[in-house]
Every structure is written in structure tokens, then in C-alpha cells.
């Protein structure tokens, strides 16, 4: 992430300020419809993820059946929820800040690649070569 702020002539404060004019830190629609996709809808969405995954990851289910008691494993359940938010935060604003620093150094190969192509293409160009080879590991 310093690394994405380093090429960004206004850092940190740059990529906010551009993110927020265009919009990326718009949560979506806070309405109680069933006609488009909400914030209420993807939140139910993830929440049945993430319980999906609490009963079908073989590496989960062993982590929480490991637990001392069943406090313990309601408790770790909880807040291995509650850690997922910060994390996902921090991935978005991974995303948000190669989209500015792709708005302000155009590059055309980016152009022409799907939005998921943009941070591998970023490690394997940008980073310094130690970096990127422990960044794809």
C-alpha cells in the first residue's frame, strides 16, 4: 500500500480526496427494496458466505472444533466475523488506490485489462523484484 501512495504525487491524502469525488467510497442504496441490489442485500449476501464457509471449510470446521469449549468456538467464530471487516476494508481500499493511481499514470495496458488483472499487473511492474517475487508466493 505505501508503495501505491509513493506513486501518487499527493500520497495518502490525494487518494482519498480523488476516491471520494469519484464516488468509491459509496456504500450503495440504503433502500429496502427487492428491485436492485442493495446494501442490506450484499450484506445478507456475505453474512450467508461466511456461514457457508463456517460449514463446509474443512480447515475451519477443525479450527473451531478444536476449541477448549464451546464458549471458546462461539467466541472465535464471532470474531473471526467481526476481523473480516477491517480486512476487506483495507482490500478495497487496495483497490481504490490502484484506480486512482491508474487515473493519474494512465497506463495502457491496464486499459485493456479486466479490473481484476490490475494489482497482479501492478506486483509484477511496479514492485522491486524481491518484493513481487514474495508478493505472488
Not at 488506490?97 to 494489482?119: C, G, H, I, K, T
Amino acid at each position: 500500500m505505501p508503495i501505491i501512495a509513493a506513486q501518487v504525487p499527493g500520497g495518502f491524502a490525494q487518494i482519498i480526496d480523488i476516491a471520494w469525488e469519484q464516488g468509491k467510497f459509496e456504500v450503495g442504496s440504503t433502500d429496502l427494496t427487492l428491485l436492485y441490489v442493495t446494501l442490506w442485500a450484499t450484506i445478507l449476501a456475505k453474512f450467508m458466505n461466511f456461514c457457508q464457509l463456517l460449514g463446509t471449510d474443512q480447515s475451519a470446521g477443525q479450527r473451531y472444533a478444536a476449541a477448549k469449549s464451546d464458549r471458546e468456538a462461539r467466541r472465535a467464530v464471532i470474531l473471526g466475523g467481526l476481523l473480516t471487516i477491517p480486512v476487506w476494508a483495507y482490500f478495497f481500499f487496495v483497490g481504490t488506490s490502484l484506480y486512482v493511481r491508474y487515473q493519474l499514470n494512465p497506463d495502457p495496458a491496464v486499459d485493456e485489462m479486466r479490473p481484476d488483472q490490475a494489482f497482479p499487473y501492478f506486483i509484477l511492474t511496479q514492485l522491486p523484484t524481491g518484493l513481487a517475487r514474495f508478493a505472488v508466493l
